[in-house]
């Protein structure tokens, strides 16, 4: 029997530090059973005074294995164990490598934790006919409430494609301001072109569209992703996003916060935007694409998203009860849910 040992990053939170060693281990298993992967024997270990998730194979970790092991949301190093010495195993490194302060510059109240939007990310993405996306770069996103940007940064940061949509002018003059600077502060090749969001003649609000190169040679071989910005109402997308273009949506749910439209500020349950949302979202969404809602069980309980979802023509992803649910605060009772479209 082999040994790995999986470091995991630190957290700028605490609260969620704490709980990143359970986080990690279930988004793993959940990682290994998108991927075809067999399931992992993992747990939790100390090694002279240091927490680690130890990973139990066979043998040496194959290829396929290290590619999930380094998607991990939290994996900062990996290491074969050999009695008391640790050999370190190089984990693959994303397709485009742009400085790591791009999903950790920003500070703002209510930013959620950028290690649980990309564990949403990937366990989303691994729910998906075609998880091997994820990991070549086509995977394309989209964060239909994306608010300052954070998963969009995210999916450039791993090299993907992106579209988010949100209604705060604020948030989405925020991000703006803050990517234009971001880019030309590290000299990165790119446009970045903001333009009135019309169609039929009709004011839909405002777009922010970015193609960006992580280098000049990426740039050179046309290597560069794109990133839409879509300043409007999540509830009404038609004509703005193409049908069947996205493979997984992501997004992390309201807490109370509005995202309706201006004549409905829709600030009660999520449950009431999501059903309107919804069939305007899963029309963006390709066959065998995946839905992955971050949510506070406080404001919508897990059984009745779980029937929302189902009725939209959803099919959730069976997961180990509670595994990914976590206190944010008092009044945040966090966890998350995936759902495949199945046709």
């Known amino acids: 029997m082999t040994e790995h040992l999986i470091l995991l990053a630190p957290s700028a939170n605490r609260v969620y530090g704490a709980e990143a060693p359970r986080l990690c281990e279930a988004e793993l298993r959940a990682m290994a059973a998108g991927f075809g992967l067999p399931e992992p024997d993992v747990a ?25 092991v380094s998607q991990l949301s939290a994996a900062h190093a990996l290491f074969r164990r050999e009695g008391d010495l640790l050999a370190p195993v190089a984990l693959e490194q994303p397709r485009a490598a742009y400085p790591g302060d791009l999903v950790t510059i920003q500070k703002y109240q209510g930013k959620t934790n950028e ?15 075609l998880p091997d996306r994820l990991l070549d770069g086509s995977l394309q996103v989209f964060d239909p409430m994306c608010g300052r940007g954070t998963t969009l940064n995210i999916a450039l940061s791993l090299g993907l494609d992106s579209i988010g949509v949100d209604l705060d002018s604020k948030d989405f003059q925020a991000y703006s301001a803050f990517l ?27 777009r922010l569209q970015v193609e960006v190169a992580a280098s000049k040679e990426a740039h050179k071989a046309a290597d560069t992703q794109h990133l839409t910005y879509l300043l409007t109402d999540t509830t009404d997308l038609d004509g703005l996003v193409r049908p069947r273009s996205v493979d997984a949506i992501v997004t992390d749910t309201p807490y109370g916060v509005q995202h309706g439209s201006h004549g409905d500020r829709l600030a009660r349950s999520p449950l009431e935007l999501l059903d309107r949302a919804l069939p305007g979202w899963l029309r963006t969404l390709r066959t065998g694409g995946a839905v992955g809602l971050s949510y506070n069980r406080h404001v919508a309980p897990r059984e009745d998203l779980a029937a929302l979802l189902v009725t939209h023509g959803l099919d959730p992803v069976d997961e180990t ?4 649910r ?18």
């Open 180 to 206: 234009k600077t971001w880019m030309r502060q590290h000299r990165l090749k790119h446009t970045a072109d903001e333009s009135a969001l019309r169609t039929s003649g009709r004011n839909r609000g405002k």
């Open 115 to 129: 290690q649980w939007t990309r564990l949403l990310l990937n366990v989303t993405a691994a729910a998906t006919r």
């Open 326 to 343: 976590h206190r944010v605060d008092a009044s945040i009772d966090r966890d998350l849910i995936v759902a495949r479209k199945a046709r």
């Open 44 to 68: 939790r270990t100390d090694v002279a005074g240091v927490s680690y998730l130890a990973l139990h194979t066979s043998g040496v970790l194959t290829d396929a294995a290290v590619r999930v």
């Open 321 to 324: 009860p509670d595994a990914f």
